[in-house]
DNA sequence: CATAAAAATGTATCCGGATACATATAAGAT
DNA sequence: ATCTTATATGTATCCGGATACATTTTTATG
């Protein structure tokens, strides 16, 4: 493999010329620079990207932190992560962490190692850990999707809250009094702010909450059917269930359909990200649409900004949603409506 | 940052030592790496594995050029990758392609300039270009899911040929003689086998294959739903659809159900993966079921073994299908299995 | 205890671009 | 033609680990 000097040789100029000809070459003559070019093709040569790298020393790669590529949600995220990072000449190391956080420590440390140059955690957990306690430099990371709000480093986020209450409100709307839960893990940010919007739409409609509504799910199909399994079998049965994403809702309507229910005549149905199949559900869902691809340009755009200096206060990035009525969701029936 | 050379000083070793501390231990004193481990300890020393990585000539990189990560069967497929990638000690660079030949032929490029040591190529179709042309280096990468049959590096393919045969045989046991297939885009081989299957089923029944019961899609669930529009306004029905992904079928499914007809009573709809959804969908999904993770772990596999030296021939992994049946495909219906 | 063999450590150099600084050449002003 | 700038090019060095080879220290053997 031929590099640098023996392009200069041949080309019979000093390296630092052959250097300036590919990387400035305003500030190499036309002639020089073609002996440069005509050296490089005939030895087919190409520079060491690693060694630039290496010297310049910015790695040129970001790590991504998502818990699990299998998620059209997340899928979405990533690929607006991807666009963006190539139409920035930046790269993206992706890494499968399942939420586990020793993994994400271990990949976080690719930035100490000079692997990658920042990190974007799709997850409310700080990779750096107890490295950020005293709080003083700002961290090479953006934390996008599900943050953290204690974080001094930059988010990209929806305003969950808002979004549920909406969604809690359009139910209310259709009559809809004992609207149930199926949320995501607990110890999730995003839940209890989806949580809190419900509650908040109650609170306005002058509903008491009701714990036993609530039913727990890890945002798989599977969840949601076996939480919707519970949530039918209640003395009080719900009117409505309002899934924490699409993929619960999904599961749920097929176990109520399973029960010989129907939806949205029985039970109503909403969901949450508006995935592909959301519209090809039966019946099509009713659900809150996030700009998933612009979670991930955001991400990507703003952890470069802060990467090269352009960013002087962590910018916490809220980005719009729109509540999406399809036919999963309709009027409570007459009885409900009149208890 | 701290270097080597700070390790070595305050260690009062060498920095050959140092560097034998971290690498080769068993080369060191126990007393000598001792005081070399609590030097890079007090320093708080990371070595710069860019630096390593330059030295060696090896980046640890490999890029997965895959046409869209916002595909349940792909996101499996990648996390299988970036599973085995890690067991390795290697990273996956994801680039999204969307197909685009230029893109994929940009980013296989990264291997000439030392970013990355191989290329996956989950599409049929050589990122190296003419450069093959000789086919005398092998070229450092593996092809997997959507094979080229004429290429010399390693490929993970299911046998497609097979697989269609089999589930073509399914709807033929059903007493289907009209059987639709709405197949992919027209210059994947993916689909040419798939098809080659499903002739290879018609035959040996002694059924005359009919083009007009074919109908092109591009594996989106809108292609789907609207190939399944075309396909239920032929003069002559067909009593079977066999959609080359799940996606599709889901998209065939909600668009025959509009119509006003059954499924399976009216139409059986068949589709190919198994994706999450196929249980899900209403009715669930016979589907035949690939090992997306194992596509994934595989070819990483094979890429790391190619790159490492120690394969000779480039193997042909074949790897196993499964025929789920699930309720969306049942019996034809008496008249139709009378004419 | 001498000597050979093995183990431990050190020295010097390499990898391949990037670039500060020095130098040389060309263009412009008087 | 002379001197000042601007432009173009070259020289030398750096980045931070890895390692071939040289050297020193330790252990084993007779």
Known sequence: MSNNREVAKLAGVSVATVSRALQKP???????????????????YRPNLMAAKFRSGKSGNLVVLVPTVANL???????????????????????????????????????????????????AYNPFGAEDAGGNAALPMVNACEVLDDTTVPTVALDNRAAARAMTE???????????????????PLTRDRLAGYRDALEEAGIAFDESLLCPGDF???SGHKAAGVLIDLNERPTAIFCENDEMAIGAIQRIKQ????????????GFDDIAFAPFSDPPLTTIAQPAEEFGSTAVSLL???????IKKAPKVILPFELVVRASTGPASIEETLQ
Not at 30 to 41: F, G
């Open 26 to 44: 305003e500030l190499v003559s036309l002639k020089t620079r073609n002996k440069v070019l005509s050296a490089i093709k005939k030895l087919d």
């Open 73 to 123: 949600f997340f899928a979405r995220v990533i690929s607006g992560m991807q666009e963006e990072a190539h139409k920035r000449s930046y790269s993206i190391l992706l890494c499968n962490t399942f939420g586990n956080p020793e993994m994400e420590e271990g990949y976080a440390k690719m930035v100490h190692t000079f692997q990658a140059d920042g990190v974007i955690q799709l997850r």
């Open 170 to 188: 359009h139910l209310l709307q259709l009559g809809h009094r004992r609207i149930a839960v199926i949320k995501g893990p607990k110890s999730s």
């Open 220 to 222: 798989t199909l599977h």
């Open 259 to 270: 029960s010989g229910l129907r939806v949205p005549d029985d039970i109503s149905v909403a």
């Open 304 to 310: 470069i900004d802060l990467l090269e200096g352009r």
